[in-house]
């Protein structure tokens, strides 16, 4: 294990995490903030978040293509192919804008069919249509974050994401409890104050990547150019699976919320407390899959594979240190957490169970997570994204219905079932995706050997598998 190694990765992830955290930490806000108004908001503001996390960790994921793309450019001392990738990337983004806006109103007559109460389904869908404004900003972030990211230019973004979650607080104060003239909207509140604190962050990186030296031979907003069709395949070749890959995962933890509606508005409610503490505890090795997508694609673009695989496995170590931290807090603090959130005794109960579980599967979720990111800086997407459909949509929903719902001699767990599935789903990842790197890196190694010793160029740019 090197040591530099870990640091140099740390040193890397570590302004993308806060910046994460403070991103997610929105919906913390969120969350507390509604739930103080009553269980009746907060179970609104999980039902309406599920659709809305759905959506934009499936744009988040595709969008992360162009981060790999310029590490590879990056790598390959290749500077001035980067603006046409990134403007391209900001096309695909405003498409998939207008897919997700349009899904989102589709969806939300849908509520009242979920067996909630009329008044939190209205409430449900009033936030989940004002929260959609924001969508375009959320596209067009993601894109410039991920070019940034990859360029190692991660402390702009943190200072902007930290600026945008204190603005969110007046926002969501002015709105949800109705202060300085406006009503008082409740859990409504909450989707027009984050969709505002989006479209402030997107504001602040455009400015800064514009004016700032640090990007100026490859930034984005010069010299546009046409529809570029050769740039639009590799971002869609690449990008479709890892977005497929999210909507995977944040489905399984989202359907939850609209499967177990009728459980009644304190499961709803527990959930969502456990939902928003884990989303928070998972964008630390997020941020790890991030930088390693950097730091693994900029080694792979230079045909260092001996130093891409070592880089790779030194994150997982990262990861797994991680998730002794993480994992210990949950489990041992879950009661303490779950108290940050509502004051309802039966939701409190509850909750704590579910973070407990979380806690469990933070080490497999970590290590694929991380997994995930080493081999995105190999171009590979494809197989990680059949093992997600595979554990998640194969094994862990159905099993979780069964387990929560139970059968005619089983009488169900409730919504720990779903939970209790999750983690089930999430070992087979990390282990399937943790086998994938160790054939992939080995693989890669090896062909590069042989060539050196042939003196036969290497051209694969991507194992096949």
């Known amino acids: ?16 995490a806060v910046g994460q955290l403070a991103s997610t930490g929105t919906s913390f806000i969120d969350t507390v903030m509604a739930g103080h108004v009553s269980a009746g908001d907060l179970a609104a503001v999980s039902v309406g978040s599920s659709i809305w996390i759905t959506l934009t960790l499936t744009m988040l994921g595709y969008l992360l293509a162009t981060s790999p793309l310029v590490a590879h ?21 405003l498409i998939l804008t207008v897919i997700a806006f349009v899904l989102a109103r589709l969806i ?9 109460e009329p008044e939190i389904a209205d409430k449900a869908s009033d936030f989940l249509k004002a929260i959609c404004w924001g969508l375009p900003a959320f596209a ?24 945008c979650l204190l603005l969110n607080i007046p926002a969501n104060w002015v709105l949800i409890y109705g202060h300085i003239g406006f009503p008082a909207m409740g859990a409504v509140g909450c989707g027009w104050a984050t969709a505002f ?5 997107l504001i602040m990186l455009s400015a800064w990547i514009l004016f700032t030296k640090q990007y100026k031979n490859t930034h984005p907003f010069r010299s546009w150019q046409g529809w570029n069709l050769a740039v639009q395949k590799q971002l869609f070749k690449l990008g479709l ?9 944040v489905s399984a933890f989202s359907l939850i919320a609209l499967l177990i509606a009728r459980l009644g508005t304190t499961a709803v409610a527990a959930h969502q407390i456990a939902l928003n503490f884990s989303s928070l505890s998972f964008m630390i090795p997020m941020a790890i899959g991030t930088a390693l997508t950097v730091r693994v694609g900029h080694a792979v673009g230079a045909k260092n594979f001996d130093e891409a695989r070592a880089i790779g496995q030194n994150g997982i170590r990262l990861g797994l240190g991680v998730a002794i931290v993480t994992g210990c807090m949950m489990i041992f603090g879950a009661h303490w957490i779950s108290g940050w959130y509502s004051k309802d005794t039966e939701v409190l109960k509850l909750a704590g169970h579910l973070i407990i579980l979380a806690g469990i599967f933070q080490f497999s979720d970590i290590t694929q997570v991380v997994c995930a990111g080493v081999l995105r800086g190999y171009k590979v997407t494809r197989l990680p994204m059949l093992i997600h459909m595979t554990a998640f949509w194969v094994v862990g929903i ?11 001699r089983f009488p169900g767990l409730g919504v720990q079932g779903y939970w209790i599935a999750l983690i089930i789903a999430l070992t087979i990842t990390a282990l399937a995706l943790q086998f994938l790197f ?22 694969n740019d991507e194992l096949i598998l």
């Open 1 to 16: 294990m090197r040591i530099k190694d870990i640091r140099a990765t740390w040193h890397l992830a570590w302004p993308i």
């Open 73 to 93: 450019k990056l790598g390959e001392n290749d500077a001035a192919s980067i603006p046409a990738i990134t403007q391209q990337a900001l096309v695909q983004a």
């Open 108 to 116: 939300s007559p849908v509520f009242p069919l979920l067996g909630l």
């Open 140 to 163: 067009f972030y993601r894109v410039l974050y991920s070019y940034s990211a990859a360029l190692k230019h991660t402390k702009p973004m943190m200072i902007f994401s930290i600026f």
């Open 197 to 201: 604190c989006v479209w402030v962050n």
């Open 241 to 249: 699976p890892i977005g497929i890959m999210f909507l995977v995962e």
């Open 398 to 408: 159905p099993l979780g219905y069964l387990l929560t719902f139970g059968t005619d």
């Open 438 to 459: 160790k054939r992939t890196s080995n693989s890669k190694v090896i062909q590069q050997r042989l060539s050196e010793q042939n003196e036969d160029p290497f051209k």
